[in-house]
Nanobody, 114 residues
């Protein structure tokens, strides 16, 4: 059974640098394009960052470009989202997603407070 489990969320002050993790069970990331989405209260889920299955090309939403970094540690079989210079608008539930198959994790809450 394919599962994705996110971790690393919590309460963070503005300007903080949390790192989210996404660990799969039942498969490895090889051959999968991976994405991080987030959903803020009352808003639609939005794509934050993506990394391609081949070549590891990355793409980011304009709102996080230059501050967030998506990466995969193949040795640990873990997907990361490094978030730097966090702003209050980053408060959301963050989800990892694997394609093909459209697999989702349960999400991890990030709350930016001051």
């Amino acid at each position: 059974q394919v599962q994705l489990v996110e971790s690393g969320g919590g309460l963070v002050q503005p300007g903080g640098s949390p790192r989210l993790s996404c660990a799969p069970s039942g498969f490895t990331f090889s051959g999968y394009a991976m994405r991080w989405y987030r959903q803020a209260p009352g808003k639609a889920r939005e794509l934050v960052a993506a990394i391609s299955a081949i070549g590891g090309r990355t793409n980011y939403a304009d709102s996080v470009k230059g501050r967030f970094t998506i990466s995969i540690d193949d040795a640990k079989n873990t997907l990361y989202l490094q978030m730097d210079s966090l702003k209050s608008d980053a408060t959301a539930v963050y989800y990892c997603n694997a394609q093909p198959g459209n697999y989702w994790g349960q999400g991890t809450q990030v709350t930016v407070y001051s």
